[in-house]
């Protein structure tokens, strides 16, 4: 027993994803006012390192916490404390149980304070539907990232065959319904979108941690990744905030004056990253 702390309910689940996967995520701390949007507004980091990382964390709908998780490599263990604001005392103890490349189980406890005998199974519910989401959203973005990593070994592992200079997409007046179009050029992946009356070529997933890119909406020709609020103009890709991050280089799109036929052409356009 946690002194002073009630446990209220466990939680557990077995996620596709290596052991490997479930740490980076353990660490990643930028990914919870976005990945996890209908939970957490905002997040300010305070401290991090091996140890973890501890961080003021505006709530959805209102509050703020000081958050501290810290690993325990031992066990191996990481407890979620919320050390101020709304829930103060309460400990979220998870253990993790990497199995293979891919399976992890894990298993979480609810401790909370001052917590009535009549109310223990109410709250446990709450935290079980809680976490039963996160980990959802969480399981989401590992095996995104896993599937991303696996191709590009696969990719560098692989002969590369020569690609075309040039790929038809089709006459424009078809190819604009369409839009926004994902395609496959050069071995990776690219959307293609109407911005500013001319076709416009970017990657389709982000140089940080390759999140998904694809459907992500443009907005006055910037697109945000999901995952962890990364924004790049798709006109030059370069990251918006002043972060040291491009998107790699898109084919440029051509369309023929002659026939209306669309391309993407291999040739990088010259203010691309400039």
């Known amino acids: 027993m946690r002194e002073?702390?009630?446990?209220?309910?466990?939680?557990?689940?077995?996620?596709?994803?290596?052991?490997?996967?479930?740490?980076?995520?353990?660490?990643?701390?930028?990914?919870?006012?976005?990945?996890?949007?209908?939970?957490?507004?905002?997040?300010?980091?305070?401290?991090?390192?091996?140890?973890?990382?501890?961080?003021?964390?505006?709530?959805?709908?209102?509050?703020?916490?000081?958050?501290?998780?810290?690993?325990?490599?031992?066990?191996?263990?990481?407890?979620?404390?919320?050390?101020?604001?709304?829930?103060?005392?309460?400990?979220?103890?998870?253990?993790?149980?990497?199995?293979?490349?891919?399976?992890t189980a894990v298993r979480v406890e609810f401790w909370l304070p001052g917590v009535a005998a009549e109310a223990a199974d109410a709250l446990g519910a709450m935290y079980v539907k809680l976490y039963t989401q996160l980990w959802d959203e969480d399981e989401s973005m590992m095996t995104d990232r896993a599937r991303e990593l696996s191709a590009k070994r696969s990719a560098?592992?692989?002969?590369?065959?020569?690609?075309?200079?040039?790929?038809?997409?089709?006459?424009?007046?078809?190819?604009?319904?369409?839009?926004?179009?994902?395609?496959?050029?050069g071995g990776r992946g690219f959307r293609v979108v109407e911005h500013d009356g001319r076709l416009v070529a970017y990657s389709a997933v982000c140089p940080h941690l390759l999140g998904p890119l694809g459907d992500a909406p443009v907005e006055e020709g910037r697109v945000v990744c999901p995952w962890h609020g990364y924004t790049f103009d798709i006109e030059t890709g370069r990251e918006c905030s002043g972060r040291r991050l491009k998107l790699p280089p898109p084919p440029r799109v051509l369309v023929d004056p002659e026939n209306e036929q669309v391309y993407l052409d291999a040739k990088l356009d010259a203010k691309f990253g400039g």
């Open 4 to 103: 002073g702390l009630t446990r209220v309910g466990v939680y557990e689940r077995s996620l596709p994803v290596s052991g490997e996967r479930v740490w980076e995520n353990v660490h990643d701390w930028e990914h919870l006012p976005w990945l996890h949007a209908g939970s957490f507004a905002a997040i300010d980091l305070v401290d991090s390192g091996d140890w973890g990382w501890r961080a003021h964390i505006g709530l959805h709908g209102g509050g703020r916490i000081l958050l501290e998780l810290v690993i325990e490599d031992d066990a191996p263990r990481y407890v979620s404390r919320t050390v101020e604001g709304p829930g103060a005392g309460s400990e979220i103890w998870t253990d993790v149980d990497a199995r293979g490349d891919d399976e």
């Open 156 to 185: 560098s592992e692989t002969p590369r065959a020569s690609a075309p200079a040039t790929v038809s997409l089709g006459r424009l007046s078809d190819l604009r319904p369409q839009l926004p179009l994902s395609v496959r050029f």
